[in-house]
Structures are given as structure tokens and as C-alpha cells.
């Protein structure tokens, strides 16, 4: 089966601009996650959604951050304006269920740096 | 909340040994989850091992076992008859029922670098 598809997988823009990334999950997957991984550290969730609704957003930063799951299926992370501190990976992951045994299948990530 | 915590930064192994990778973790839930996954150096997240808190039975999978230690709150990683393949960033994770809120959440720790050598 296909895995997670992100786009785009690097991404250079400077501090104020804004800049969005995409992720399709794995078909039939209804949790989709969105984490941060800066360098050196290990990821960290932004926002968790059950089919097209928000299940945990608490580590966002809702002032610059912003996602959305439409449909249910496909979703769309945006950061607008980005600070210094924004440059990581952006991983998205799916799961088929969010219960506890269910490992969840990671994107090859995004890349993002803000000069 | 829930912690986990990797003291190892770097591991080096020689080809074809063992290594054990530490993690240590901390919740109030009585009901979670342990995972180990691996990140080489291309970037992607690749599951390797689940154990359940109320799995008595140390979960394996091919050359990889999860020593769990549920009273000292520990779930190493042991890595059989190393490949030079293994090399890579590991990462212990935890998901915990959080109060019923955000089941399938993962908790990372800092991951511990695995060097294997030749």
C-alpha cells in the first residue's frame, strides 16, 4: 500500500513570509497527526485530527499556525508569519485508529528553514 | 503527563553484536503503550516494536526484543546480531490515555544515535 505522501520535502523561506505544507495519509487511516521535530530533539505533536475533526491541538501555536483536514482525508499545516525558531521537520503520520496498539506510519517529512 | 526519557545520546556497537538502547518512562495511566521507532538519516519514522502495559510477555519482533520492566517504569530497546543498516537515530514513545483526551498521541523522548561499526 502507498505510504504518507508529504509535500513539499524542503522548503527555504525567510522570517515573515508564510509557507504551507500538505500530507495525504494512507487511505482509510481516519487520525492524521501533525509534529514538529527540530534538530536534535524528538518529535513533538502540533495537532491530532479524527476524520476532519481536531482532536488535540494544545501544543500549537495558534497565533502563527494554522491546519486544516477537509473531507476528512488530505490535510494542510500552515505557518504564517514564520519566526527563526519555526526551521524543523514537519512530520505528518496517519494511524487506522487512534487506540493504544495502533502504531502510527510516518511521512518522509518537510524540512523547513527560515533565514 | 507523560515523559520519556533516553539517557543514551550515542550507542557504537560492532557488526553482528547486541546492543541494549535505555529509555525509562513516566505516566499516571495504568493503560498505554511503548514504542520504538528509527529514524535514519534520510528523515523517515520507521515503527520497529510495540509493547502494551498489560502485555506480560516481552515483545519481539525479528532481531528486535523490548525488554519491559514495568515496576522500574523501563522499556529497553535490544537490538540482536547488529548490521551496519542499523544505524540510525531511535526514538522511545509512549501514548497514554491522558485523562481521555488524545488517545493516540505519541510522547517522544530525545532518541539515542546508533553508530554500528564494521
Known amino acids: 500500500e502507498a505510504g504518507v505522501a508529504q509535500s513539499p520535502r524542503y522548503k527555504i523561506i525567510e522570517k515573515r513570509q508564510s509557507v504551507a505544507f500538505w500530507c495525504n495519509p494512507i487511505?482509510?487511516?481516519?487520525?492524521l497527526y501533525w509534529y514538529q521535530q527540530i534538530l536534535g530533539q524528538g518529535p513533538k505533536l502540533l495537532i491530532q485530527f479524527q476524520n476532519n475533526g481536531v482532536v488535540d491541538d494544545s501544543q500549537l501555536p495558534k497565533d502563527r499556525f494554522s491546519a486544516e483536514r477537509l473531507k476528512g482525508v488530505d490535510s494542510t499545516l500552515k505557518i504564517q508569519p514564520a519566526k527563526l525558531e519555526d526551521s524543523a521537520v514537519y512530520l505528518c503520520?496517519?494511524?487506522?485508529?487512534?487506540?493504544?496498539?495502533?502504531?502510527?506510519?510516518f511521512g518522509p517529512g518537510t524540512r523547513l528553514t527560515v533565514t | 503527563a507523560q515523559k520519556i526519557t533516553q539517557t543514551q545520546p550515542g550507542m557504537f556497537v560492532q557488526e553482528k553484536e547486541a546492543v541494549t538502547l535505555d529509555c525509562t518512562y513516566d505516566?499516571?495511566?495504568?493503560?498505554?503503550?511503548l514504542f520504538w521507532y528509527k529514524q535514519p538519516s534520510s528523515g523517515e519514522m520507521i515503527f520497529l516494536i510495540y509493547q502494551g502495559s498489560y502485555d506480560e510477555q516481552n515483545a519481539t519482533e525479528g532481531r528486535y526484543s523490548l525488554n519491559f520492566q514495568k515496576a522500574r517504569k523501563s522499556a529497553n530497546l535490544v537490538i540482536s546480531a547488529s548490521q551496519l543498516g542499523d544505524s540510525a537515530m531511535y526514538f522511545c514513545a509512549m501514548k497514554a490515555n491522558a485523562g481521555g483526551t488524545s488517545y493516540g498521541k505519541l510522547t517522544f523522548g530525545q532518541g539515542t544515535i546508533l553508530t554500528v561499526h564494521p
Open positions: 487511505s482509510g487511516h481516519a487520525t
Open positions: 503520520a496517519s494511524s487506522f485508529l487512534s487506540l493504544l496498539s495502533y502504531e502510527q506510519y
Open positions: 505516566t499516571s495511566d495504568q493503560s498505554y503503550g
